[in-house]
């Protein structure tokens, strides 16, 4: 039986696997530029962060209905599951629709529609956490949020993702402010291609509770000492790492050094579809690569459930 884990950092259009991508373009009579679903798994070939983006962000044309986006979490939920998930914290990206026509009523209906029987046919507990895009500008994802009142109901977060270089946490400080004053929990990626500083302001400015990543950290001792003095949870995502370039090979990741600093982390799979695992691979990854053991991988997996946005009897029940 695979270890009981949450998982805290998945965007959601990251689980478009290339044969579902298909299947959905046929349906709603989208072309794509590639012969099929081989010919595109081969295109995942990334220099950084913005070459993944380039592809993620267009191959999103094809999920256009609220089927769509059903059968998207339907086809993650069922492969988390197999792999341990109990409960999933899912980022959506609801610029990267509304950009193109699609409503974000579309957009959240879908994936609630799966999302509401997650628990009776998955088993697994799940939240929806909704993104802004952090290259656009900030009165678009203050639009956004407004645009999200009518399913807020639905959503318990926000985070901040896209490609981070030259976009500080602090340009979105109202629609965080916003956010909280409605009641919402607040993420942030932080760190990942970005400096170790906008890791504090996410922290200071936008009030985050988890740094999503926060890979970047390992610059500064004294952030360091920091993160784990105040036990702020870090969702790591190594497979990532490693297809993006942050690090050349996984055996140079510094998750172990980063247990060993007494820093809260948590391993994850950001876009697994294109990232070559799901959480339970990386669980088995981490452990090949990096030599790590039982007991620590028994504390990710505990870290997981403690860094979640479930309450103390919800998490006990998802363990
Ligand atoms: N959107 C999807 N995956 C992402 C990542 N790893 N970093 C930033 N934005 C993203
Ligand atoms: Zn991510």
């Not at 529609?113 to 507990?125: F, I, P, Q």
């Not at 030599?291 to 363990?319: I, T, V, W, Y």
């Amino acid at each position: 039986m695979p270890l009981p884990k949450a998982e805290l950092h998945l965007h959601i259009e990251g689980t478009l696997e290339p044969e579902l991508a298909f299947a959905l373009a046929g349906r709603n009579g989208v072309e794509l530029p590639f012969a099929d679903a081989d010919a595109l798994r081969h295109a995942y070939l990334f220099k950084d962060l913005q070459s993944f983006l380039d592809l993620y962000y267009g191959l999103m044309t094809v999920l256009r209905t609220e089927d769509d986006f059903a059968d998207l979490v339907d086809a993650y939920l069922e492969r988390a599951a197999a792999q341990g998930v109990r409960h999933a914290e899912i980022f959506f990206d609801p610029q990267a629709h509304t950009a193109r026509g699609v409503t974000i009523g579309t957009v959240v209906e879908g994936l609630a529609r799966s999302l509401d029987r997650a628990e009776e046919r998955y088993g697994v507990s799940t939240r929806l956490i909704m993104c802004f895009l952090r290259d656009q500008p900030a009165g678009s994802a203050l639009a956004t949020l407004e645009a999200a009142k009518p399913y807020l109901h639905r959503i318990t977060g926000v985070g901040l993702d896209s490609a981070e270089a030259g976009h500080p946490p602090s340009k979105f400080r109202a629609v965080y402010d916003a956010a909280a004053a409605l009641g919402l929990r607040r993420v942030a990626h932080a760190g990942e291609e970005g400096p170790p500083a906008y890791i504090t302001e996410a922290l200071d400015v936008l009030g985050v509770e988890r740094i999503d990543h926060g890979l970047r950290c390992m610059e500064d001792a004294e952030l360091v000492a920091r993160l784990a003095r105040e036990r702020i949870p870090l969702t790591l995502c190594p497979l990532s790492n490693v297809r993006l370039r942050a690090v050349d090979v996984l055996e140079d990741h510094p998750l172990a050094r980063m247990m060993a600093a007494g820093l809260m982390c948590t391993v994850n799979s950001d876009d697994p579809a294109y990232f070559g695992g799901y959480v339970g691979d990386t669980f088995h990854a981490v452990h090949e690569a990096l030599g790590l053991g039982d007991e620590q991988l028994r504390e990710l997996a505990r870290n997981s459930f403690l860094a979640s946005f479930l309450d103390d009897d919800e998490e006990r029940r998802a363990r």
